[in-house]
Antibody
Framework: EIQLQESGPGLVKPSQSLSLTCSVT?????????WSWIRKFPGNKMEWMGY???????NYNPSLKSRISITRDTSKNQFFLQLNSVTTEDTATYYC??????????WGQGVMVTVSS | DIQMTQSPASLSASLGETVSIECLAS??????LAWYQQKSGKSPQLLIY???RLQDGVPSRFSGSGSGTRYSLKISGMQPEDEADYFC?????????FGSGTKLEIK
């Protein structure tokens, strides 16, 4: 069974960087698909942030392009999100998901991140 | 970016009632549309892809239709376990974009 699990700090200070980890079990991230980060804001708006492909290439939402980085550790079957220079507007629940076709067939449980001093 | 306008924002339905949710894309998306269900405190689950194809394991009371810019999700016979948030997502063009969601409750 494919499972994704997000982890990381729930509170980040403004201007700092947000760093999250997605641990994948049941599927090797280098075998196929793209591996995405999606966030859901208070009020329910959802935003696709970007992905890292099975080959290691990346594709980011232009709205975030100057602040986002998605990387991976293939030895641990994990991929990571780093979002720089966060503001209170980055407060959201962050999900990792497997992306193909492209749509999202497996999701993590989500991690709530609050940006506050 | 393709804007996805979803309606209604909220909906109450009686058990057994048929309900419909709509998504309007700001440009044609060639049936590249998915629907998701998200129950309270859970992660989203894919219900329908390519506008009308049912994901494996999804009950047949869920169906999708539409073309061009206008798409809909129908639940034929509301069940208690269908109380959830529903949202659409266009898979036609990057950046991928989502509808604003519909909260479906039991009346």
């Amino acid at each position: 069974e494919i499972q994704l699990q997000e982890s990381g700090p729930g509170l980040v200070k403004p201007s700092q960087s947000l760093s999250l980890t997605c641990s994948v079990t049941g599927y090797t991230i280098t075998s196929g698909y793209d591996w995405s980060w999606i966030r859901k804001f208070p009020g329910n708006k959802m935003e696709w942030m970007g992905y890292i492909s099975y080959s290691g290439s990346t594709n980011y939402n232009p709205s975030l392009k100057s602040r986002i980085s998605i990387t991976r550790d293939t030895s641990k079957n994990q991929f990571f999100l780093q979002l720089n220079s966060v503001t209170t507007e980055d407060t959201a629940t962050y999900y990792c998901a497997r992306e193909g076709y492209p749509l999202f067939d497996y999701w993590g449980q989500g991690v709530m991140v609050t940006v506050s001093s | 970016d393709i804007q996805m306008t979803q309606s209604p924002a909220s909906l109450s339905a009686s058990l057994g009632e048929t309900v419909s949710i709509e998504c309007l894309a700001s440009e044609g998306i060639s049936n590249d549309l998915a629907w998701y269900q998200q129950k309270s405190g859970k992660s989203p689950q894919l219900l329908i892809y390519a506008a009308s194809r049912l994901q494996d394991g999804v009950p047949s009371r869920f169906s999708g239709s539409g073309s061009g810019t206008r798409y809909s999700l129908k639940i034929s016979g509301m069940q208690p376990e269908d109380e959830a948030d529903y949202f659409c997502q266009q898979s036609y063009k990057y950046p991928l974009t989502f509808g604003s969601g519909t909260k479906l409750e039991i009346k």
